[in-house]
């Protein structure tokens, strides 16, 4: 199978709480991030094209990093986000997990 993923993926496993507008807060596990996106494992599934900020803690960060992210698949188990534009600090902290 042909990856289409522009970044590699690094294996984690940090709790995250997606913030979606005019909704409750769905919880769930990242279980792989990248610059480009991450795999969140939960049992809600969220619709193609859902925005939404992920609320977490990085390794590295004093404070939870909000990343603003667009719902790009799901299945059964959780569903693959793309992030927005990033700063530059979660971006280094991103970029870190992947070299561990």
Do not use: Y
Request: glycine share 10%; charged share 20%; proline share 8%.
């Amino acid at each position: 199978m042909h990856e289409k993923r522009q970044h590699a993926r690094a294996p984690v496993n940090l709790p995250v709480s997606c913030l979606i507008k005019d909704r409750p807060a769905v919880n769930g596990m990242a279980k792989d991030i990248s610059l480009g996106g991450m795999f969140i494992e939960s049992g809600e599934a969220l619709p193609f094209g859902l925005e939404l900020t992920i609320v977490l803690k990085l390794p590295g960060l004093p404070q939870e990093a909000r990343l603003p992210a667009v719902v790009r698949w799901a299945k059964p188990d959780g569903f693959g986000v793309q992030f927005g534009l990033l700063g530059a600090r979660e971006t280094h902290a991103i970029t870190e997990l992947q070299r561990h």
